[in-house]
């Protein structure tokens, strides 16, 4: 019992088996494939297909119905092979110009470089080249031997060409590599009679052995290499998407919101959001798309979204170009405010002047966001979020009278002159005085609901001459290029008194002319290399109860620091 | 090996037009009715063969055909000659003529060498 199906040939009904259906669709299709349209393929066809349905009609009779494989076989024994008809239209006669057009047309199909493994000696390399290029396989094996003498290149090229090229496995394949053309009677042919094998030799076998062995290694290393990339890919796709959340607002991620709060407006969050996914977001799932697409050799048309994946690329480069545009001019003014502050004079000669303490801004960890040319913009974290802009810089001029006086100057940048000026007023820094010590702040906190705009603060110090200062370590941070007659530098300023003079500055204790530094003070070092190990032990110089000690030895190497306040 | 068959195919090839128009030039006939008589002739073995012939010759103009009602399957088409096709028969009855002529003039006067 057969299954059929009902046909129609040449306006007839047929019922026929299913693989006679199939064996006769075959036959019509390789007589199609020897025609081409200007030999007037369809109407030959039709011609064929009636001629078929009346030998059918005559075969079934009156007694059967269906149409068997033995029948389609009678058929096509009566109607003869494709080739034959075909051929015998090539030789009719000069008029069949269009059957030669056509036979050209199929002889430029493309020839292709595959391993020949029918004609192989190792891997079929040669052979392979053979066919390719139109030439005997065994000049090209004598070439490679030639080389391989000279200096074993041939063999690397040999093996790389015997991994690169692709085997020709399949009859389409074997044609590609003869550059016969490809059609369903070439490819019957071949399947029917392959060309002549070779008996591969034993050192083809060998080969083939090393070959996959190679292969498979290679392989490894590419799934290695693919999957670490897919990793790196998988985590810059992970954090941008963070980042983007952040951007957003997304549960519990409030610091970067808060931060990018205090740069940008909601519309310029927005932009940099769009241009993020533009830029960084849409690229990395294509990238991950490309490798996956790589890794495991999928085969679909990606070229869509590759322009689509470049041309929003193209727009994230505006859309951040504009913003960025957009940022800047948020700081395209900028304002100044000057006042001046009465210090009372101290009772003692000197001045003390240190850094105030601040619990919240010193102990608690306060990790810097950026840095600006001098200063920080940093933020506390802790029960409640503080932005501070560390851009304090503190200056010691000459007072033109007997008063200590001092200068504050604040200066902010905004998108006009009086956005600039707002910023500004927005300022509060605190300072304290308590008899002879002024105690500065070394940052200053930016409200919420103020931007960043640039905030600074610049206090200038005027010293009367004849008085004296003493700088605070505290204070090294915040020293901005403070002249004095020692040309000492900021750095080194602190932990000293210095007494404003008519020329400037001098130090009253210590001489800067002849030590200029004191980087390293024997006195309060010392050093110890023993059997025991390197001892180091450094005293301030100020205050003996701090010291350092650095040991290291067989255990390792400690670090101990001494504070007895 | 094949080089006397492939000569002989490509003789029979060769005069294969010229016996086409010739069968049909003595009147309407339906493909088949070709074929038989190729076959007999042996100029051809197999059907498939004469069709695209038939079209050939047709779209070359020296062939016209007209439908007619078959009792034994779809309608078939009877073929004619057009007055073109008949002028091209008589050219290629002359040529005929002249080959066989001259095929015959060389071969015997090699053989009586």
Redesign the interface.
């Known amino acids: 019992m057969n299954k059929t199906v009902t046909v129609n040939i ?3 009904v047929f019922h026929i088996e299913e693989l006679a259906y199939d064996k006769l669709k075959n036959y019509l299709q390789t ?1 199609r494939s020897h ?1 081409s349209v200007s ?2 393929r369809d ?2 066809i039709e ?2 297909e ?2 078929i ?2 030998i059918l ?2 075969i079934l009779g009156k007694s059967r119905q269906v149409v068997t494989s033995e029948d389609v076989d009678q058929v096509m ?6 080739e ?6 090539d ?3 000069s ?2 110009q269009t059957t030669g057009d056509a036979a050209t047309a199929e002889s430029t199909i493309k020839r292709r470089l595959y391993r020949d493994p029918d004609e192989r000696v190792i891997a079929g390399v040669c052979s392979g080249m053979g066919h390719y290029f139109g030439i005997d396989a065994v000049w090209l094996r004598i070439l490679f031997i030639i080389i391989f003498f000279m200096g074993f290149s041939g063999l690397l090229i040999y093996i790389v060409l015997a991994i690169i090229l692709p085997k020709a496995i399949t009859p389409t394949q074997k044609l590609e590599m003869r550059g016969d053309p490809v059609n369903i009677s070439t490819i019957r042919k071949e399947t029917e009679s392959p060309a002549v094998k070779r008996e591969p030799s034993g050192i083809s076998n060998v080969f083939d052995l090393f070959l996959s062995g190679i292969k498979i290694i290679l392989k490894g290393i590419v799934y290695i290499i693919t999957a670490f990339f897919a990793f790196i890919a998988l985590i810059v796709l992970f954090s941008i998407g963070m980042a983007i959340m952040a951007m957003l607002g997304v549960g519990g991620l409030t610091i970067p919101v808060f931060i990018s709060d205090q740069f940008l407006s909601r519309d310029q969050q927005m932009w940099t959001t769009v241009a993020f996914i533009l830029l960084f977001a849409i690229p990395a799932v294509w990238l991950i798309i490309r490798l996956v697409k790589w890794m495991f050799n999928i085969k679909y048309n990606t070229h869509r979204l590759n322009v689509a994946v470049g041309i929003l690329f193209i727009l994230g480069l505006a859309v951040a170009f504009f913003n960025v545009y957009d940022i800047a001019r948020d700081f395209a003014k900028d304002a100044k405010i000057r006042n001046t502050v009465q210090v009372l004079n101290p009772s003692a000669q000197t001045l003390s002047l240190r850094i105030m303490d601040d619990p919240k801004y010193d102990e608690e960890s306060h990790s810097n966001v950026f840095s600006t040319r001098r200063g920080n913009f940093s933020v506390t974290t802790g029960s409640d979020f503080v932005f501070n802009q560390d851009n304090v810089d503190f200056k010691v001029e000459k007072a033109p009278t007997d008063q200590f006086e001092l200068i504050q100057v604040f200066t902010a940048e905004g998108r006009t002159e009086k956005e600039a000026m707002d910023n500004v007023k927005s300022i509060k820094y605190n300072f304290e005085q308590k008899d002879s010590t002024l105690m500065l702040s070394d940052h200053f906190p930016i409200p919420k609901g103020v931007k960043f705009r640039n905030q600074k603060v610049l206090l200038i110090l005027k010293v009367p001459v004849g008085k004296s200062i003493y700088i605070d370590e505290s204070m090294v941070d915040i020293l901005d290029d403070i002249d004095n007659v020692t040309n000492t530098w900021d750095g080194d300023m602190g932990g000293h008194t210095w007494k404003m003079t008519d020329a400037g500055l001098m130090c009253t204790d210590f001489d800067f002319t002849t030590n200029k530094t004191d980087d390293v003070d024997p006195d309060n070092m010392d050093i110890k290399i023993d059997q025991h190990g390197v001892r180091i032990q450094g005293k301030d110089a100020n205050d003996k109860d701090k010291n350092v000690n650095i040991k290291i030895d067989k255990s390792g190497m400690h670090v101990k620091t001494e504070d007895a306040k | 090996m094949g080089n006397l068959e492939n000569t002989q195919s490509q003789m029979r090839k060769g005069v294969l037009e010229f016996c086409i128009l010739s069968i049909i030039s003595k009147g309407e006939v339906y493909p088949s009715d070709i074929i038989d008589e190729m076959k007999e002739a042996k100029l051809i073995v197999v059907e498939g063969t004469l069709y695209p012939l038939l079209t050939r010759l047709k779209n070359a103009g020296l062939l016209s055909y007209n439908w007619v009602e078959s009792n034994a399957g779809p309608p078939r088409k009877y073929y004619k000659l057009t007055p073109l096709g008949q002028e091209h028969l008589k050219e290629l009855k002359k040529t005929w003529d002249e080959l066989v002529d001259a095929v015959s003039q060389t071969y015997h006067n090699s053989t009586e060498k």
């Open positions: 040449g306006g007839m007589i025609f030999d007037g109407e030959i011609d064929i009636s001629r349905a009346e009609l005559q024994s009566v109607m003869g092979k494709p034959d008809f075909a051929g015998a239209d030789a009719a006669g008029t069949s």
